[in-house]
């Protein structure tokens, strides 16, 4: 089975604080991504990656850097956290193999909260 | 541009049929995907369709019609840790960057009753 780790499912940090989400998969997937999930809102895309050291902006990558230097992590970073990004945050991984192309196995999120 | 609609929630009685419809509009179609996803929980795949028809799988059953633009989720024999939401996800390519994108609905939100 695919597995998908987050290093936290809760956190807590204050405003301007810099925020690390790690992600790790275990099944040599070239693609990962990060979203936040917001209720009303659905799953938004921030940044992807299809190979190490390759990112690529989502829909809402402003607030947010990606560091990508083994294929298995992808970190998430947030340089001065802002309590507009309280919210919950998916990693995602998929092959590029078979027609499961591009479904995505997701870690089990972590949720911030920014005071 | 790039739009998902589904209902925000259902309710359906335990042993029940549910329906959960998904509309779109995009160019660049290359697939649907349902996903489930439980309170405080990371989604997880249901399904995927590319073609039109019906892809059935235990329970769970999947529809697509690319020239409508429609896909619908459906659930039989409802049990309650079935109640869940459950988010359409359509992968297209994206005019801007050439590259293919999944793009996510917001989610229905089912709740299963006894």
């Known amino acids: 089975d695919v597995k998908v780790t987050q290093s936290s499912r809760y956190l807590v940090k204050r405003t301007g604080e810099k925020v690390f989400l790690e992600c790790v998969q275990d099944?040599?997937?070239?693609?990962m991504f990060w979203y936040r999930q917001d209720p009303g809102l659905g799953l938004r895309l921030i940044y992807f990656s299809y190979d190490v050291k390759m990112k690529e902006k989502g829909d809402i990558p402003e607030g947010y850097s990606v560091s990508r230097e083994k294929k298995e992590r992808f970190s998430l970073i947030l340089e001065s956290a802002s309590t507009n990004q309280t919210s919950m945050y998916l990693c995602?991984?998929?092959?590029?193999?078979?027609?499961?192309?591009?479904?995505?196995?997701f870690g089990p999120g972590t949720r911030l909260l920014v005071l | 541009g790039q739009n998902i609609d589904q209902p925000t929630e259902m309710t359906a009685t335990e042993g029940a049929i549910v329906q959960i419809n998904c509309t779109y509009q995009?160019?660049?179609?290359?697939?649907l995907f349902w996903y489930q996803q439980h309170a405080g929980e990371a989604p997880t795949f249901l399904s995927y369709?590319?073609?039109?028809g019906l892809e059935e799988k235990g329970r769970f059953s999947s529809f697509l019609s690319r020239s409508k633009g429609y896909s619908y989720l459906l659930l039989k024999e409802l049990q309650m840790k079935d109640s869940a939401s459950y988010l359409c996800?359509?992968?297209?390519?994206?005019?801007?960057?050439?590259?293919?994108?999944?793009?996510f609905g917001a989610g229905t939100r089912l709740f299963v009753k006894a």
């Open positions: 099944m040599d997937h070239e693609n």
């Open positions: 996800a359509v992968r297209a390519l994206s005019v801007h960057t050439g590259d293919f994108k999944t793009i």
């Open positions: 369709n590319v073609l039109d």
């Open positions: 995009t160019s660049g179609f290359n697939g």
């Open positions: 995602a991984s998929t092959d590029n193999r078979g027609r499961s192309q591009e479904t995505q196995y």
